[in-house]
């Protein structure tokens, strides 16, 4: 499964590689894939994901994950 998410505040390579490791790490996650220029992180699952997980992985890379 694919969840959407839009995250705010990347700016360059290394805010991609943030977001892709600590989101990676996350139960659950297969993939990331990581879009700078948009701020849309796919996040591919073998189960659902709870949204507080991925914004805490999100806030601990240091950007913000925008309300849907």
Excluded: K, W
């Excluded at 948009?38 to 914004?55: F, H, I, K, M, N």
């Amino acid at each position: 499964m694919i969840t959407n998410y839009q995250v705010t505040g990347m700016t360059c390579g290394h805010c991609v590689s943030a977001v892709s490791a600590e989101v990676g790490a996350l139960d659950g996650v297969t993939d990331v894939h990581v879009d700078l220029a948009s701020g849309r992180v796919d996040v591919t699952s073998d189960r659902p994901l709870d949204t507080a997980s991925v914004r805490a992985a999100i806030d601990e890379a240091g950007y913000d994950l925008v309300e849907a």
